[in-house]
């Protein structure tokens, strides 16, 4: 593996020089004034990333699997049920986590390159009379497939049910890259990861509380200590955590908010859906498909790629490790072997996506894929070249 590639695993993405620097700081008192000059403007950036107004925000020294357990663990209550679609390895692994927790899962079982199944949630909700549904989990991009899921329609199929659950969402892979409104949507918790959309190594699990869902937690008896939202908000209070934070990730975090408000969201979504066009023109360009099943359901920030049937894709991945020095992600769960993945999010530039899909075109020329050396880097160019007027621009 070459240090010098740009990697095109669905994360944890490439980080920042600026990012990197910022996380590199010497060891200061992490409960004095200086602690919260870092902390603060670090919550902060994330409510504005997060498009929020109203959410409280804590950052855990975690991965999103911790974010998932906050949103849990604070909310609920042993034997409350919850309901989830399976539709990638990531919602599977919340609802496992579920399961762990001695929950009771309604799961809806969709096909992998599905999204998020509302019209049916809409149905098992109107039909939940009594409010035994106590929260409806929600993965707005399954990274495993590459499909991103509508929540805000979900949202609207929960208020015609007059259904009164939480709505917890994993964002781990979209925050950050793509759209993601927590207000507007009404989202009751919202969990990220540092090492995404934020453009940090992993170690922050950064999670959303509406004010319905802090309600909640007054009276929710899992057991938490870890990941106490009443514990984190008394140390905020005190420009302090209730444990020892990870203060430099901390610090390369309010400087990652800054640089995404400072490119704007709007610029950075449309960056990340340029960059996914191309890669998308690319696979086409290849004879092959997203594994999302339809275009509304394809991931600006990662393209889980069907190969050849009988192939085994993860050669793919392997051998580009091994023989260019590039990584692209591997097939997960119920998809492995299928589907190799190409990440798109965070710090990316179209010359950058350009050097992975060459790459990836490469690998498959030598495996003897049936693919032409330069035909989905041409498609891809034709997506990014300049001089071509682009949608964002053509509606401005
Ligand atoms: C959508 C999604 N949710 C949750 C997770 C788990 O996050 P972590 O690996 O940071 O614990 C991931 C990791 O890739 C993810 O993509």
């Known amino acids: 593996m070459s240090l010098q590639n740009p990697v095109f695993i669905p994360g944890p993405t490439n980080i920042p020089e600026a990012i990197r620097k910022a996380c590199d700081m010497p060891t200061i008192d992490h409960r004095s004034p200086l602690f919260a000059t870092i902390l603060h403007p670090a919550i902060d950036g994330c409510r504005k990333v997060l498009k929020t107004t109203e959410g409280e925000l804590f950052i855990f020294p975690a991965s999103g699997t911790g974010g998932w357990e906050a949103a849990l663990s604070n909310t609920l209550n042993p034997g409350d049920t919850v309901l989830a679609a399976r539709n990638g390895m990531f919602s599977h692994k919340w609802i496992d986590m579920c399961r762990r927790f001695g929950l009771n899962v309604t799961q809806v079982d969709v096909p992998w390159g599905?999204?998020?199944?509302?019209?049916?949630?809409?149905?098992?909700?109107?039909?939940?009379?009594?409010?035994?549904?106590?929260?409806?989990?929600?993965?707005?991009?399954?990274t495993a497939t590459g499909v991103v899921s509508d929540i805000s329609g979900l949202r609207r199929a929960m208020d015609d049910a007059d259904h009164g659950a939480l709505l917890l969402v994993d964002g781990v892979s979209s925050i950050g890259s793509m759209d993601f409104q927590f207000d507007a949507w009404g989202v009751d918790v919202a969990v990220a990861g540092s090492q995404k959309g934020f453009m940090l190594p992993a170690g922050l699990a950064i999670a959303c509380f509406s004010a319905k869902a802090v309600a909640a937690s007054r009276t929710a008896t899992l057991p938490r200590t870890f990941w106490s939202i009443d514990d984190m908000r008394k140390g905020y209070a005190a420009n302090a955590y209730p444990y020892t934070p990870a203060v430099g990730l901390l610090n390369g975090l309010k400087l990652s908010t800054e640089m995404l408000l400072a490119e704007g969201l709007d610029q950075v979504y449309a960056r990340h859906a340029r960059i996914a066009d191309g890669v998308r023109a690319a696979v086409a360009a290849w004879g092959m498909a997203p594994c999302a099943a339809t275009p509304d359901l394809y991931s600006n920030t990662v393209t889980a790629i069907r190969t050849p049937e009988g192939f085994d894709a993860t050669t793919i991945v392997e051998r580009a490790a091994q023989d260019y020095g590039m990584a692209f992600g591997t097939g997960l769960g119920d998809v492995a072997g299928k589907v190799f993945r190409i990440g798109h999010l965070g710090m990316l530039t179209d010359a950058m996506a350009l050097s992975g899909i060459a790459t990836a075109e490469m690998v498959m020329v030598d495996l003897g894929l049936p693919v032409t050396l330069g035909s989905g880097v041409a498609a891809a160019q034709s997506v990014y070249r300049r001089g071509r007027p682009r949608a964002t621009e053509l509606a401005a």
């Open 114 to 142: 599905e999204g998020l199944p509302v019209a049916k949630f809409g149905e098992i909700l109107r039909a939940d009379t009594s409010g035994t549904i106590k929260a409806v989990l929600a993965t707005h991009n399954e």
